[in-house]
Structure formats: C-alpha cells, structure tokens
C-alpha cells in the first residue's frame, strides 16, 4: 500500500478543485458537480483511514455521504428545474429574487 | 511498484480531469469529465480495499447521479457564452484563497510527525490485510452499531424524493386552490 500521504494529498487536490468550481462557475448546475466533487474527496479521507484503523466504521461514514450527496442531487435538480420554469435561466447571478 | 503505478494512474486521472470539469464552458462536458474523475476514484476505492463502495459508487454515482445530472442539462436551454467572463475577478480571489488553504493543509500534513503524540499516523504503512470480506463486515457494522443512522438516511432519501417530485412539479396545478 502506499504511504497514507500520498491519498491525502490526492483528497486535498479534488477538494480545492471542487472549492474553485463552487466559487467561480455561474452555471448552477455545474456549481452542484463541484459538490459532488468536493463530497468525493471527503469519501477517500474515510476509506483511507477505515483502511489504515482497520475498521469499517469509516466504509459506513462513506456510505451515508453518498446517501446524502444523492438526496442533494434530487433535491438541488428539482429546485433549478422550478427556477428555470420561472426566470429561464441557470445562472447563478441572475439569481437575485431575495436580493434588495 | 505495481500498487504506486495503478495510484497514479487513477490519481492522475481523477486530478486532470476533476481540473478539466471545473474549466470547460460546455455543461454535457463538464459532466463527463465529471464522471470520469468519480470511476477514477472508484479505482482508488478499490485499491484502498473497499470493494463495496466501489460497487456503490459505480452504480449509485455514475449510474443514477450523473444520468439526473445530464437529464436536467438536456431539460434546460443553457446559453450566454457571452458575459461568461464577467466572474474574471471572482476566479482571481478564488485560485488566491485556494492556494492558502492548500498551502496551509500541506504545511499541516507534512508537519504532522512533529505534533504531540506522533500526529496522525499517515507517515508509515498501514498494516496488509486487517479487513477480510469487506461488504460482509460493512453489513454487520451497518445494521448493528449504524443501524438508527441507516434508518434515518432511508428516511431522508424519501423526504428528498417527495420534495424533488413536489419541486419539479407543474407550476398550474399548485396554483389553484
């Protein structure tokens, strides 16, 4: 197996990448990949360390982070679906209803 | 030597193209590449000794996630190339803070055996086979010690389903009452 760091530093890649994604893309869609991207790089920290513990309790962690990124994904489609049937866009700064 | 070259050939894939997906304009590309950064992971999962989550995320991620994903950008007219650049200073500060937060958890991680107590043990190896059967062990950890959690997840995935259905729902039917 190969040194513990080496995973780490592949999760702290995937997670600034998928930071940047939420920060600079407009399209709301794509901003909800990067989460996706971001939830990802979390899930290898805890397999790598319910391998390195030698305990499944972290598997499990995984499991629900999937569970909850799928329950998002549902959930943030329906509200751009609904928002696009209302202004006819995605785009994240001409979301601005609540904006005084 | 063969486990360091399936590692970076997963890790590189993952990394490149988590970088292209963050970068492509198109939407359809970004999630391609989107899920070619989600199977490389899988690899990394399955070289971590997870065959379950590996499975699971072949199946739940690239199978039902992604085919949501491109369903919704097929759904929607997604256009105006155009002022794409307006967010220009935007990407500055975001790389800017990016790269402090990056810097500062590399600093951490490569300090980690200087803390007290030895830090996290992520310099040496991990011990060979500590995990037998893994979707065996992960089914009797689930449904003894995470079984209330496992019961509330079940609970959640139903509210988020209703209020997707309820979400996407056609505009006329609410407004009549």
């Given at each position: 197996m190969m040194s513990p760091a080496h995973y780490l530093f592949l999760s702290l890649a995937l997670f600034l990448i998928g930071c940047i994604g939420v920060v600079t893309r407009r399209n709301v869609i794509v901003v909800l990949m990067s989460i996706e991207l971001i939830l990802n790089a979390v899930n290898i920290n805890l397999v790598l360390f319910s391998r390195i513990f030698g305990d499944v309790s972290g598997q499990v962690f995984a499991l629900f982070i999937i569970a909850d990124a799928a329950a998002e994904a549902a959930i943030g489609l329906g509200i751009v679906i609904a928002f696009f049937r209302n202004r006819e866009t995605v785009l994240a700064d001409e979301m601005d209803l609540l904006k005084w | 030597m063969l486990d360091s070259i399936?590692?970076?050939?997963?890790?590189?894939?993952?990394?490149?193209?988590?970088?292209?997906?963050?970068t492509r304009r198109n939407a359809i590309h970004s999630a391609v590449f989107l899920i070619t950064t989600l199977l490389a992971t899988a690899g990394i999962f399955l070289q971590l000794r997870a065959e379950f989550l590996f499975i699971t995320q072949i199946i739940l991620?690239?199978?039902g996630i992604m085919v949501l994903f491109i369903f919704v950008i097929m759904l929607v007219r997604l256009d105006a190339p155009i002022h794409q650049l307006r967010f220009r200073m935007q990407r500055l500060v975001a790389i800017l803070v990016a790269a402090a937060l990056g810097m500062e958890v590399t600093v951490i991680l490569l300090l980690a055996h200087k803390l007290p107590g030895g830090g996290l043990?992520?310099?040496?190896s991990a011990p060979a086979d500590r995990l037998p059967p893994n979707s065996e062990e992960l089914a009797k950890s689930l449904f003894s010690n995470y079984l209330l959690p496992f019961e509330i997840a079940s609970i959640l995935l139903l509210v988020a389903m209703v209020g997707a259905v309820v979400m996407a729902k056609n505009r006329r039917r609410t407004d009549e009452p």
């Open positions: - | 399936i590692f970076y050939f997963f890790a590189g894939v993952a990394v490149l193209s988590a970088a292209l997906m963050v991620y690239v199978g043990l992520i310099q040496g």
